[in-house]
């Protein structure tokens, strides 16, 4: 089974530009997660799509946005770029068990994008 | 908001030397995942640990989950170069999939 893909994987910008950002799940993934990576924050949620739905956000501004399409495709965009949006965003996919089965609801990561702001 | 503690933050051994990472939170999980980065890429799951007091074990590293759920400790057995990387524990709060997590502990292995 393929991995968590994310593209592209390395981007340069400047401030005051957007970005969209895309990642495509593991096939038959339900669920998609955004987070972002920077050496001062660590690792920071972002949001959560389901069902083409956002779920759960994260203390971000209102710039940072994404969706989620029927096929768990999602993107993510962050518009009016500023410096400290340089990080490595990370997309992170999840089966989302039906309640049923047993077990937890395990975050597979994609390699990452990273974005530069200059 | 749920915070998880990690420590220690910087870790250099030799290689053939044991080593734990600590993972602590005043807060109760549902679950904790425990995964390791290499530069530039993203994390890579080791283990997901659910019930309070599990212990699993990965070849030569043992993941402990505390009988609160509330923190969970990482040892490392007869360590190698390979194992170098920066490991993270996360936890998650309930059924939301919002993975709350650890500092990292950037571990570094000696030949």
């Known amino acids: 089974k393929a991995g968590v893909t994310q593209t592209p994987r390395y981007l340069i910008k400047t401030r005051g530009q957007q970005v969209t950002l895309s990642c495509s799940p593991i096939?038959?993934?339900?669920?998609v997660s955004w987070y972002q990576q920077t050496p001062g924050q660590g690792l920071q949620f972002l949001f959560e799509?389901?069902?083409?739905?956002?779920?759960n956000k994260g203390n971000f501004p209102g710039r940072f946005s994404g969706r989620q399409f029927s096929n768990s495709r999602s993107e993510m965009n962050v518009s009016t770029l500023e410096l400290g949006d340089s990080a490595l965003y990370l997309c992170?996919?999840?089966?989302?068990?039906?309640?049923?089965?047993?077990?937890?609801?395990?975050?597979?990561f994609g390699p990452g994008t990273r974005l530069t702001v200059l | 908001t749920q915070l998880l503690e990690q420590s220690p933050q910087f870790l250099s051994i030799q290689e053939g030397e044991n080593l734990t990472v600590y993972c602590n939170s005043s807060s109760v999980f549902s679950s904790l995942q425990w995964y390791r980065q290499e530069p530039g890429e993203g994390p890579v799951l080791l283990v997901t640990v659910v019930t309070g007091g599990e212990v699993k074990k990965l070849k030569r590293l043992t993941f402990q989950f505390g009988d609160a759920r509330k923190d969970s400790s990482l040892h490392i057995t007869a360590a190698q170069p390979g194992d170098t990387g920066l490991y993270l524990c996360a936890g998650e709060p309930g059924s939301a999939r919002q993975l709350t997590f650890g500092s990292g502990t950037q571990l570094t292995v000696l030949p």
């Open positions: 096939s038959g993934h339900r669920s």
């Open positions: 799509y389901f069902s083409e739905t956002q779920r």
């Open positions: 992170a996919s999840s089966p989302v068990l039906i309640l049923k089965e047993k077990g937890p609801d395990t975050q597979y």
